[in-house]
């Protein structure tokens, strides 16, 4: 028959288990953690594909539309154009680029006003 365990045994080996588990979930977490939304870079490409577009065009900006990743058709009126989106490269002296948005410009083609 087996001996049963005694309550001061059963103390000492619980919280190895309990920072185990923890170790477990902030290990898990943390890239989630060093990640940004999706939507908050989203954003903030298309604030500067509007402000690239208003510098381009002399009409109000009436749609903006993503034609692909990195890439948006901005109308205004009968006139169309294109913004690209560029990542610019991390600074060499800053070492590797750290977790969270993006760097990036965006870059606004000629404008197309054909009939």
Known sequence: MSRPRSNALRAVRAPGRLRLAICAALLGASPALAA?????QRAKEIVAVVEAA???????????RMVEPFRYDVQAG????DVR???LPPKVEDGPAPPGPTPF??????PDCGP
């Not at 208003?54 to 903006?64: G, Y």
């Not at 009968?78 to 154009?81: D, F, G, K, Q, T």
């Open 78 to 81: 009968p006139c169309r154009l």
């Open 85 to 87: 989106i560029v990542a």
């Open 54 to 64: 208003a510098a381009r065009l002399d009409r109000p900006i009436e749609s903006v």
């Open 105 to 110: 410009r965006a870059v606004a083609g000629e």
């Open 36 to 40: 940004l939304p999706h939507g908050v």
